[in-house]
């Protein structure tokens, strides 16, 4: 019997192509962003997507690959595949969700979450390229910062990342707080029962909750005018979380505020380089980086072979 064929489009460069990783499978590598680089093929029935690609994987995909049985997205998002589709069409959909014990061991998107927070308080990607323009301290207000220590930081959110985020400003000397009608918050994180209450009680602010049909369009100017003077914004949840046009418009008025995104709106579709992060914010108001927390040689191996497993595990049942 013939190893069923895998296409794995997501980054692949620092994987093993041999070995345990793919054994059972005969797997095709390709790093696909936009429909147009997909292949067109009635033989593969796994595939491993890129979580970063610019296409939903609808109908018209799946017309692309008629002998499809199984999806598996190496993220915890599943914002690029439309799920309803596929459960008509008989493909089954799995994401990081369904291998808990992996996620659990993945903290990338927690580091960088953090490292925004640094950033936006210290701002040493200002000071980084002032070096590089030859400058030395010639002025020191530019790079003057704020300490992480004393701060007060809401968290949106008390999962995976909402947890670990916790433990991490805890041990900075932070009073750490947290909204979530879903879980209850761990030892040492005081539960906030409304997002207006954290808004207005945070220095600094951390999304880190799942996109789902409650939490798209959540925040707005409403709550974004409630937070406390020269805060800071960090959202590495969804792009979609947020009203990005009300957002933008209020750090006109705003100016005392940074925000720090890694996510943008329309970044399934290829509309986010429409964003008015991009065409309207206010310079120096908005840090944004290309949706690359997650992106660590480590994360991305582990999320690969959950990944694979999980279409393993579909195969042999």
């Known amino acids: 019997m013939s190893e069923p064929r895998l296409l794995f489009t997501a980054p692949h460069s620092f994987l093993p192509m041999t070995g345990a990783l793919f054994a059972g499978f005969d797997p095709v590598f390709l790093e696909a962003w936009t429909v147009d680089t997909l292949p067109l093929s009635d033989g593969f029935e796994f595939w491993v997507p890129n979580p970063g690609q610019h296409f939903v994987i609808d109908s018209d995909v799946l017309a692309r690959f008629p002998a499809l049985v199984a999806i598996s997205t190496p993220s915890t998002g599943t914002n690029h595949i439309d799920r309803a589709t596929c459960m008509k069409h008989g493909v089954s959909v799995y994401s990081l969700l369904d291998d808990r014990r992996t996620l659990e061991d993945i903290s990338a998107s927690a580091e960088f979450t953090f490292l925004h927070v640094l950033n936006a308080l210290r701002r040493i990607d200002v000071a980084i390229g002032a070096v590089r323009a030859g400058e030395w301290r010639d002025d020191e207000d530019r790079?003057?910062?704020?300490?992480?220590?004393?701060?007060?930081?809401?968290?949106?959110?008390?999962?995976?990342?909402?947890?670990?985020?916790?433990?991490?400003?805890?041990?900075?000397?932070?009073?750490?707080?947290?909204?979530?009608?879903?879980?209850?918050?761990?030892?040492?994180?005081?539960?906030?029962?409304?997002?207006?209450?954290?808004?207005?009680?945070?220095?600094?602010?951390?999304?880190?909750?799942?996109?789902?049909?409650?939490?798209?369009?959540?925040?707005?100017?409403?709550?974004?005018?409630?937070?406390?003077?020269?805060?800071?914004?960090?959202n590495t949840a969804r792009g979609e979380v947020l009203r990005e046009d009300e957002v933008v418009r209020l750090l006109q008025d705003r100016r005392d505020l940074v925000l720090a995104v890694d996510v943008i709106s329309g970044e399934?579709?290829?509309?986010?380089?429409?964003?008015?992060?991009?065409?309207?914010?206010?310079?120096?108001?908005?840090?944004?980086?290309?949706?690359?927390?997650?992106?660590?040689?480590?994360?991305?191996?582990?999320a690969a072979q959950a990944a694979i497993g999980l279409l393993r595990r579909h195969h042999l049942a």
């Open 268 to 302: 399934v579709d290829g509309s986010f380089s429409e964003s008015p992060f991009f065409v309207a914010a206010p310079s120096g108001t908005a840090l944004v980086t290309p949706h690359i927390a997650g992106a660590t040689t480590e994360s991305q191996s582990k």
């Open 143 to 234: 790079f003057r910062g704020r300490e992480l220590q004393g701060r007060r930081v809401g968290l949106v959110g008390i999962g995976r990342i909402g947890t670990r985020l916790a433990r991490y400003f805890g041990a900075f000397g932070c009073a750490v707080s947290a909204y979530d009608p879903h879980r209850d918050c761990p030892e040492g994180v005081r539960p906030i029962p409304s997002l207006e209450e954290l808004f207005e009680a945070s220095d600094v602010l951390v999304v880190c909750c799942s996109l789902t049909e409650e939490t798209a369009g959540m925040i707005g100017a409403r709550l974004m005018s409630a937070l406390p003077e020269g805060a800071i914004f960090v």
